[in-house]
């Protein structure tokens, strides 16, 4: 099992602001690893979202932010939109498992 | 425009092998590291392997280490995974993935394959 742990679903009304955390130990976030974040929307590939803790790529809206402090790291997304109903994972590297690059479990936001 | 494209996945027996291939294009290919995700139906993302731009760094989920093997070809922009002693488990989606970072073995991922298909049954 993954090493970061998200919240299985969070939700909201359109508008709404929501966050997702992602929760991890001393061996990756808390250790200074970066955390980045990606978007799966039903049937398509992971789309980043989120790098280096909160930098957004091109083209992603500025709905979408990005933080990390000690263990943790959150997204944000502000005003949410029913484009935004997706799959979230956060994304680091743990020094304990032979230097790989692991992924959180995996938050589903759903736009009521 | 960066594109990568895999292929290579079908239905395989318990204990055989498959190879899957990822064609990218749109970028420098041997600038940049490379790596295969895989997600298992209605699962999460797990990172499975990945390689420095020029092969010299290499690793390996430890629930495939010892079965998978991954290389590239940088003069045909390729990116492979062979996978023996294939297992029900390894049944999932297989994604190459584009490390954002020139020169970097780790990192984010900035550009994701569609996927090919391994699904291990007898």
């Known amino acids: 099992q993954s090493v970061l742990t998200q919240p299985p679903s969070v939700s909201g009304a359109p508008g709404q602001r929501v966050t997702i955390s992602c929760t991890g130990s001393s061996s990756n976030i808390g250790a200074g690893y970066d955390v980045h974040w990606y978007q799966q929307l039903p049937g398509t590939a992971p789309k980043l979202l989120i790098y280096g803790n909160s930098n957004r790529p091109s083209g992603v809206p500025d709905r979408f932010s990005g933080s990390k402090s000690g263990t943790s790291a959150s997204l944000a997304i502000t005003g949410l939109q029913a484009e935004d109903e997706a799959d979230y994972y956060c994304?680091?590297?743990?020094?304990?498992?032979?230097?790989?690059?692991?992924f959180g479990t995996g938050t589903k936001v759903t736009v009521l | 425009e960066v594109q990568l494209v895999e292929s290579g996945g079908g239905l395989v027996q318990p204990g055989r092998s498959l190879r899957l291939s990822c064609a990218a294009s749109g970028f420098t290919f041997d600038d940049y590291a490379m790596h295969w995700v895989r997600q298992a139906p209605g699962k999460g993302l797990e990172w499975v392997s990945g390689i420095s731009w020029n092969s010299g760094s290499i690793g390996y989920a430890d629930s495939v280490k010892g079965r998978f093997t991954i290389s590239r070809d940088n003069a045909k922009n390729s990116l492979y995974l062979q996978m023996n002693s294939l297992r029900a488990e390894d049944t999932a989606l297989y994604y190459c993935?584009?490390?954002?970072?020139?020169?970097?073995?780790?990192?984010?991922?900035?550009?994701w394959g569609q996927g090919t298909l391994v699904t291990v049954s007898s």
């Open positions: 994304q680091s590297y743990d020094s304990s498992l032979s230097g790989s690059k692991v």
């Open positions: 993935a584009k490390v954002g970072v020139l020169e970097a073995t780790w990192g984010y991922f900035d550009y």
